[in-house]
């Protein structure tokens, strides 16, 4: 099947080179020119484990192509995925503006029967929308799709190549059995591919991020709670997850969550819902709860050090908002660092892969570590913010030798509370005893 994919950002790239490897014709185009002069040379701007590897095979092997030019993609494409941002517009809703520039362009340039596919995330209603743009500009059929992703920054390429479910959002039986084939190499195991009308489909993807941020931010709630009463969050959660009914994914309590999905999304999902008069409290209260957390570990580093910070160095381990990827988009890492610069403390940090994103974000304002240990060289405390593998089994003796003082401000819970005082470390967590 000939695919044209427009954008390749992280939805983008990751989508084509996966229908490329399982026999497609894949063109990808965006309107960065350095962008994609640097595919074509081979380099991926985003780090995601095993992309770059998958990208240079299904160039090599001629199915994956990147380009500027968008009507030779689209001719003779029988599948478009509209694949670009919808960053967060000043009210909190998603900025439709460049899905239908591209809508748009799509339209002018469509000579056969196509299916036009929404990959982006995008309001309920924006089918509809592309549908208008498209048909403003063209007398070619077509069809309108939303077929949302439901990708993990890090485990990416595996939630692709294996689902556990397909979300498919058509109005028009043609376009099911053509997104039905175009899918079928992903869900040999049976798992699941859900049709439905496109309004259904558009919400079910903030609605899955919305549950998702609802549970991390109740669990923080509860850790909350379990240091202000004396008990220890990690029985709790424990507990908790073992019924059938709760299960144990996203109940891990810490610095808050943040990426390109989670905040944006139930953003745009509180501002759907007050655009037809409704208040969703319960997710403006998940909002609130992860902006708190944000600021946690800066907090419980003023009260430790008597309400002062200044002329402090702190060490950081981890900038990217999750392990396995460089993207540092509303990253808790942020906020914990610009609060130590804002309490006039020096910061020296470290993360395996996304000091390049960091640089963007912080310049020269803080020092940078080639390695875990170098971040700590007498610093008056570390503060863990990603829990990266490489940071689950230091070597706590050399780590005391290196800092000025053994004081650890873990925003993940990585370490036995009870181990750590035994190797005499101030150890403060998030919601542990």
């Known amino acids: 099947m000939r695919i044209a994919i427009i954008g390749t950002g992280y939805v983008g790239l990751v989508a084509g080179t996966c229908f490329a490897d399982s026999g497609n014709d894949v063109t990808c185009v965006d309107i960065d020119e350095r962008k994609i002069r640097a595919l074509q040379a081979g380099e991926v701007p985003i780090y995601e ?6 990208i240079r095979k299904n160039v090599r092997e001629r199915r994956l192509s990147f380009t500027t030019e968008l009507a030779p993609a689209v001719g003779p494409a029988q599948v478009v995925f509209i694949a670009v941002g919808t960053p967060e517009g000043e009210s909190g809703d998603a900025d439709l503006q460049y899905v239908l520039a591209a809508a748009e362009q799509i339209g002018r340039a469509l000579r056969q ?102 549970r991390i931010s109740f669990m923080n709630d509860m850790a909350a709670l379990c240091e202000k009463v004396g008990a220890d969050v990690d029985f709790v959660r424990k507990a908790l997850g073992a019924d059938r009914r709760i299960g144990y994914p996203f109940l891990f309590p810490g610095v808050g969550y ?59 381990w981890g900038l990217a908002f999750k392990p396995k990827t460089d993207d540092m988009r509303e990253a808790p890492s942020i906020e914990v660092i ?60 050399r780590m005391k030798a290196l800092m000025k003082a053994p004081i650890i401000f873990d925003g993940r819970n990585i370490y036995d509370p009870a181990r750590m005082r035994e190797l005499g470390f101030t150890y403060q967590t998030i919601g542990r005893r």
């Open 49 to 54: 484990p095993g992309l770059e590897e998958l």
């Open 113 to 214: 029967y196509t299916v036009v596919v929404d990959k982006s995330t995008v309001p309920v209603g924006t089918a509809d929308k592309v549908r208008e743009a498209i048909s403003q500009v063209t007398k070619v059929e077509f069809d309108v799709v939303s077929n949302p992703e439901f990708l993990k920054e890090g485990a990416a390429l595996e939630d692709f190549l294996k689902p556990d479910r397909v979300v498919i959002g058509a109005d028009s039986e043609r376009a099911r059995r053509l997104m039905g084939e175009l899918y079928a190499p992903f869900v040999r195991t049976e798992n699941p591919i859900f049709y439905m009308d496109t309004r259904s489909a558009e919400l079910t993807k903030y609605a899955a991020n919305a549950m998702l941020s609802t």
């Open 258 to 316: 943040g990426g390109s999905c989670f905040p944006k999304d139930v953003k745009a999902l509180v501002a759907t819902a007050r655009e037809h008069g409704l208040e969703l409290d319960l997710l403006r209260a998940v909002e609130r709860t992860n902006e708190r957390q944000k600021k946690l570990l800066v907090n419980k580093a003023l009260k430790h050090f008597g309400g002062s910070l200044a002329g402090r160095t702190f060490g950081v």
């Open 338 to 397: 610009e609060g130590l610069l804002g309490k006039g403390a020096q910061v020296v940090a470290h993360d395996p892969v996304a000091e390049r994103t960091a640089r963007r974000y912080f310049g020269d304002r803080i020092r940078y570590a080639s390695f875990p240990y170098e971040a700590l060289e007498g610093v008056d405390a570390l503060f863990i913010v990603t829990e990266w593998n490489e940071f689950r089994h230091p070597d706590f003796e």
